[in-house]
């Protein structure tokens, strides 16, 4: 048997300072990581979605409001309102207000969106908003998480099935599981130069996707005009499709928007909103190809600019500042536009509740059929001074409105 070597003093004292060492930056590891600094309170019962409603109801009275400044929209998912203050996701009983469950972080949200069943939360960390986590919406545990070079600013959207993120100068979509299937613009591994394309060095203005397709108008340099590019991934998430469609005439500045992208078997279709030489929405194929035209009477106000399209069952609605633009959500084919009956102007764009379109307009809520826009009445509803732009949506009887930094339930 060999001996154990021989142990001085001063190796045990070492030994000592080493295990000691390597606790103390653990536990500062710890105290300083991402892992402290969340708070995950879930739910004592799972949510499901409630009955949809069948009929509209004949009056409206204020249920509750809760604040949520970090979304535009009212969130709803698995029977579950999701809202964002601070630092703080927590999802509520739509009928009610009451919180169902919590989670946050140490550092306030950037954005908050959701897919499929999930809530996602937006957080910032040294390279930008690139901290996502998900929560399942119907029990508050949580879900897939990522982590990405991001830009400090991001506006983050989802139709349902993907998940889009996009700031000044990057871009990227993610699924369900949070793994990004796109990238465009300035990116991550910045030595490689196969995936340097033309969104490197460009200034990215408004952006829209769907599942397998996105978006994005963008100000490149050495351009005076903004160009539409049309994505679609491709092998590597870096080295998307690109489709470049030159914007003639219309400036960096001038509050052109991609409204909407849609994918269906018949093709990859985009709507976008272009203010000059006259204001007008354009239907671009996945080729590049300019579909359809449809000419405004009047260029769009700046308020309806911080509002996203809704999409109500078969529908694609845009607020245009005092009218409701609604386009097939197959093929974004122009069906109609509702525009103000007398007093009631519309502030926002439209849900969808018992077969009927629900838009708010000034004074309440407006009923339309939904299958030509004609008006129907308008529910009373009572809203404070100030109130310019109103964001719908529905949740079984409970009509929700998103106002400023505060979402209402109505009921």
Known sequence: MVRPERRTRGDLVAAAVIAVAVVVAGLAIWWTSDARATVSRPASDTSANPPSAAMVPAALTQLWTAPSPVTTAPVVVSGTLITGDGPQLTGRDPLTGDERWSYARGVDLCAVSWIYRQAVGVYPDSRGCGQVSTVIASTGERGPARTSYADRSVSVSSEGSVVLSYGSTRLEMWRSDMVRVLSYGEIDARVKSSARGRGQGCTLVSASAASSAAAVLESCPGQADLQLTLLRPSKEEDEPEQQHVPE?????????????????????????????????????????????????????????????VSRPTGLICWWTGDAVMVFDSGTLTYRYTIGGSGAAVPLGPAAMMADRLLVPVTGGVGVYDKSTGAPERVIPVSRPAGVSAVFPAVSGPTILEQRGDTVVGLG
């Open 248 to 308: 003639t005439g219309v400036a960096a500045d001038s509050g052109a928007r991609v409204l909407a992208v849609t994918d269906s078997e018949a093709g990859t279709n985009t709507a976008v909103y272009l203010p000059t030489p006259q204001p007008r929405v354009e239907v671009v194929d996945q080729t590049g190809t300019t579909i359809a035209k449809t000419l405004l009477p009047a260029k769009p106000t700046a308020a309806s600019a911080a509002l996203q």
